[in-house]
């Protein structure tokens, strides 16, 4: 309603629409991360992922305790994808430069090294983790805004497990 029809089907477009990488990669992934077995951090994990994106998907799981969590699990082999980006878009920097040095007014080097950082950021899921932790301290005392809890325990640098939360998509707007 906000946005019209119109401009909502094309963010729509936007969303990553990329296969899931399967279930036991993502255990893999889960194990080497903790150095523990699947069974020692969950009672059960869901092999087949609620959300895939880009750099990541997303698994529910129980723990140990019996609390359902959302597992994110960075894509296997991501952090060297974005490293081969990264070294073409420095190369295209480079030859821009060389090939009209009027660009440099734009630093395009510098923008790279900018988007380089931010990457950097995205692939260290703890940084989301603490950012989530910030938001909902800051919202604690307001009723109508839930962020789920972080379960630090069972989060790392390519692992992010928080509650489990149940909602309706945005775009379903005849559940909403």
């Known amino acids: 309603d906000l946005l019209g ?17 399967p279930g036991a990669q993502a255990r893999a ?13 969950f009672r059960s994990f869901d092999d087949e992922p609620i959300a895939a994106a880009s750099i990541a998907q997303v698994h529910f799981a129980v723990t140990p305790e019996g ?7 960075l894509r ?13 878009f420095y190369w295209g920097a480079e030859m821009a430069l060389a090939a009209r ?4 007014r734009f ?12 990457v950097a950021l995205e692939m260290d899921l703890r ?12 919202f604690a005392d307001d009723p109508t805004f839930h962020v789920p809890a972080i379960d630090w325990s069972r989060t790392g640098r390519r692992v992010l497990t928080t509650a489990r939360v149940s909602g309706i998509p945005i775009d379903d707007r005849t559940a909403i």
């Open 127 to 138: 940084y989301e983790a603490a950012a989530a932790s910030e938001l909902g301290e800051n």
């Open 29 to 41: 992934a889960i194990e080497a991360e903790f150095g523990k077995p699947i069974g020692a951090l």
């Open 76 to 88: 296997p082999g991501i952090e060297a994808k974005f490293a081969r980006d990264l070294e073409l």
């Open 101 to 104: 040095p009027s660009l440099r």
């Open 5 to 21: 029809e119109e401009m909502a089907t094309d963010l729509s477009a936007l969303q990553d629409d990329l296969p899931p990488f």
């Open 67 to 73: 609390r359902e969590v959302a597992v994110k699990v």
């Open 107 to 118: 630093k395009p080097i510098e923008s790279v090294r900018t988007l380089a950082d931010t």
